[in-house]
């Protein structure tokens, strides 16, 4: 553990994605930079993303990607660090990666990779890290601004915060940087776990349990918005990649609608069977396109039943409303505790788009998760972390 100087140009509180960025971009600058994190490991929610692997970026990220209460705000950053930027760092530290879904890239061995990768970029780049160093105190002091912390007393010109939001409190999220934005008069959104499985009530929870663990195709929808990815049963109610989109959508007391056969006309192709196997179970018909016992538990669930040839037209079209129209009103969410991100924050128009300071205290910027931007499911929050971090480096 080295000693804190007593001044330097920069520090920045926080060595998560964007604060690792943002340190080794100013570092690069010739910037004298302290890189301060208050848990005993820096880039935490990167070792545990991605199944472990790390979706470190989205090849196709766009401003579309992102929600936010100024939908403009996240522009200027991604127009000025692509995916591709991040992507050519990772190359040269030859690390092997992969596409797993169209856009979505990940580690082909590990997440630590990409941590080890920042943390020399962070060595190269002549950046003092510490970690394990709680901050005390914070205020504002010639110019700049003073740092007490449990290693000690530190002064810098610029101070940038990101220490992320509220989700995953055992990875170390605090709501730090909230409380400092309100302390210094700027505006704070609600916010909630967004990127989260939903819970269900016990009167849909307790058939469906009997399929935990297991995955379905499925469009959700919600409050205008639709994704077309799997659901996962889970013993607490209903996950996968699908959910997890739709939730940064969705309000309490609010409505979601599965299509569970998003790629077939059911009410045709039962028609069709109708015909042709007339004898055919509706259990088996379904079979053929989710788990045997997928279809039993849902047959079971809405008291569907019969041969095809005992089933009318209104009959048939009743049984494809029920799985492709379904409605789930979830009693929650699993909360901070699994999501990936927290939805809402410090308001955007509370700092510049281009550098990241606060318009209210001129040398304290804030960067990443703790604004008000959050990103689609798929690596699309990584490189939001990147870019704000890599563009608040360059004011700094």
Not at 59 to 79: D, E, G, Q, R, V
Not at 191 to 214: C, H, I, N, Y
Not at 242 to 257: A, R
């Amino acid at each position: 553990m080295s000693q804190l100087p007593q001044q330097v140009d920069v520090v920045v509180i926080g060595a998560g994605a964007s604060g690792l960025m943002c340190a080794i971009t100013a570092g690069y600058r010739g910037r004298s930079v302290l890189l301060l994190e208050h848990s005993n490991k820096a880039g935490r929610k990167i070792l545990m993303s991605g199944g472990g692997r790390c979706n470190f970026t989205h090849m196709f990220s766009t401003p579309a990607n992102f929600l936010s209460s100024n939908p403009h705000f996240c522009k200027s950053a991604l127009s000025r660090y692509k995916p591709q930027d991040f992507v050519d760092m990772v190359d040269r530290h030859g690390i092997d990666y992969h596409e797993k879904t169209p856009g979505q890239l990940f580690c082909d061995i590990s997440s630590k990779e990409i941590l080890q990768m920042l943390l020399t970029e962070v060595d190269w780049a002549g950046v003092q890290l510490e970690i394990g160093c709680a901050i005390e105190q914070i205020e504002p002091q010639g110019g700049g601004y003073q740092v007490a912390t449990a290693l000690g007393v530190v002064g810098c010109k610029s101070l940038v915060i990101a220490t992320g939001g509220l989700s995953i409190p055992n990875g170390g999220a605090t709501g730090f940087a909230y409380e400092l934005a309100e302390r210094f008069g700027m505006a704070v959104t609600d916010r909630r776990a967004a990127l989260v499985p939903f819970t269900l009530q016990p009167d849909l929870l307790t058939p469906l349990k009997e399929l935990s663990g297991v995955a379905q195709p499925a469009r959700v929808s919600c409050d205008g918005m639709s994704f077309k990815e799997p659901i996962l049963f889970t013993h607490r109610g209903i996950s996968g990649p699908s959910v997890l989109q739709i939730s940064s959508y969705w309000t309490p007391g609010s409505t979601v609608e599965i299509d569970l056969l998003p790629d077939l006309d059911l009410a045709e192709l039962l028609k069709t069977q109708r015909s042709e196997h007339p004898r055919w179970s509706l259990e088996r018909s379904l079979s053929e396109h989710m788990s045997k016992r997928t279809a039993q538990i849902l047959c079971d669930l809405w008291q569907l039943s019969g041969e095809l040839g005992q089933l009318s037209n209104e009959r048939i079209d009743e049984i494809a409303t029920a799985l492709k129209q379904w409605q789930v009103k979830p009693s929650g969410t699993e909360g901070y505790r699994t999501a990936e991100v927290t939805i809402g924050g410090i308001e955007t128009d509370e700092v510049s788009q281009k550098t990241f300071e606060a318009k209210k205290a001129p040398g304290l910027y804030f960067i990443g998760e703790c604004l008000d931007v959050t990103g689609h499911l798929g690596g699309h929050n990584f490189q939001w972390a990147w870019a704000s971090g890599y563009c608040c480096g360059q004011a700094v």
